[in-house]
Structures are given as C-alpha cells and as structure tokens.
C-alpha cells in the first residue's frame, strides 16, 4: 500500500515541478533581457562614430514601434556619454538658423527589435517546461554630413540574447504594457497530446489504487 502511495506521489509532484532556469541566479524580465541587447546593439554603432566637435549630432529614428523610447533613451544616453550634443531631427529642422548648427545626422531604422519564445520541452518526461527567450535587435543606421550630404557611414547593427526560464514564470517575466516585451507562447501538437497523456496517466493510476484496495479489503 505504501508503495502505491509513493508511486502515486511521484507522478503528481513530477507533473506539477516546473522547469528549472539554469543556476540559481533570478533570470531577468522580458523587458531587461530586450534592453540588454539594445544596449549591445547600440554599443556596436557607438564604436564607429567619430569623436565629437563643436557641432551638434541630429538624432532620426525609423519603425521603432513601441519600443522606440528604449532604443532612444539609450542612444541618446550612450552618444551624450561620448561627448555628443544630440538633438533630435524636429528639434533640428526647428533650429536651422542657430549658430550650433546639426552637423552630423545619425539616422536609424528598426528592422527588428523584440523578444520572442524559441524551443519549449521538458527536461525529463515527468517536469514542467522550460522555455528558451530570444531577445533580437537588428538595426540599420547611417551617418550622414548634413554639410555636404556625403554618407559618412552606412551599416547593419545587430545583437542577440538567449536564456532558458521554466514555463511557469512566464506570466511574471512578461511585460504587461509592451507588446515586444509579451510574445504569446504557442503550443506545440506534442505538447498538448503529452500533457493529456499524463492527465490520463493519473487518472489510470488512481483507479488502479481504487480497486486495488478493495481487493486487498
């Protein structure tokens, strides 16, 4: 009887533990894992700028979405952290008479920039999923003399960045006001049979203990 219990115990605890989350360490929010490869993504632009002067840098951005204030915050952040005196392309065009006149203009378009959910299984047959989080950046940016119109500096900057979180967590790690931090996480056909196939499982069990003990008596 004792051991009927134990296997019975077994199969619950193994279906209700959720995955594990590599280490120990608290994994990140969606939004923090975005805004780590936007940092690496702009770090990559940051590297081939020029070192700055007396004139201002007009700062244009394309397609950002609703994620467009994190990528400007930390552009701005990181080109006034170099020295730059940033201005924005309406601020420019508003001030084109100003003695400090917009002498260099970073143009930037969005191609991709979110996070999305890659692989989901289980680690064993009997433990909660786990799920991979892919945070991707890919820009296109140009650095243009405003003076001359020559295209100083024409490229593709990208980052990526994975981690594995059990499935449970993700209600937590989500963000609940950004979309691109809030993908939907879909369910695969095997998934969906495997998970109905251990219901069954404790189902089959519990009878079995059912007449079992009735027996027994």
């Known amino acids: 009887m004792l051991t009927k219990i134990l296997l019975l115990a077994v199969l619950v605890a193994g279906i209700a533990s959720p995955g594990t989350c590599s280490g120990d360490t608290v994994p990140p929010t969606n939004l923090e894992l975005v805004e780590m490869a936007v940092r690496a993504a702009v770090d990559s632009i940051s590297i081939g700028m020029p070192q700055p002067g007396e004139s201002r ?17 930390l552009l701005k952040e990181r080109l006034l952290g170099l020295g730059w005196q940033v201005v924005s392309d309406q601020t420019a065009s508003e001030n084109q008479g100003d003695s400090v006149a917009a002498g260099l ?66 209600r937590t790690l989500a963000d609940t006001k950004y979309d691109f931090a809030r993908p939907e996480l879909k369910k695969t056909t095997w998934d969906r049979y495997l998970e109905g196939g251990l219901v069954l499982a404790i189902i089959g069990v519990l009878v079995y203990l059912f007449y079992s003990n009735k027996t027994a008596s």
Do not use: F
């Open 57 to 73: 840098l007009c700062l244009e951005m394309q397609s950002a979405g609703d994620a467009g204030w994190l990528l400007d915050n």
């Open 105 to 170: 203009q970073l143009s930037i378009e969005v191609i991709e920039l979110g996070l999305h959910y890659g692989q989901i299984w289980r680690r064993y047959l009997l433990t909660g999923k786990a799920v991979e989080r892919i945070a991707r950046v890919t820009l296109y940016y140009e650095l243009v003399d405003k003076g001359t119109g020559d295209v100083l500096r024409a490229s593709r900057a990208s980052a990526e960045l994975r981690d594995v979180v059990p499935a449970s967590s993700l």
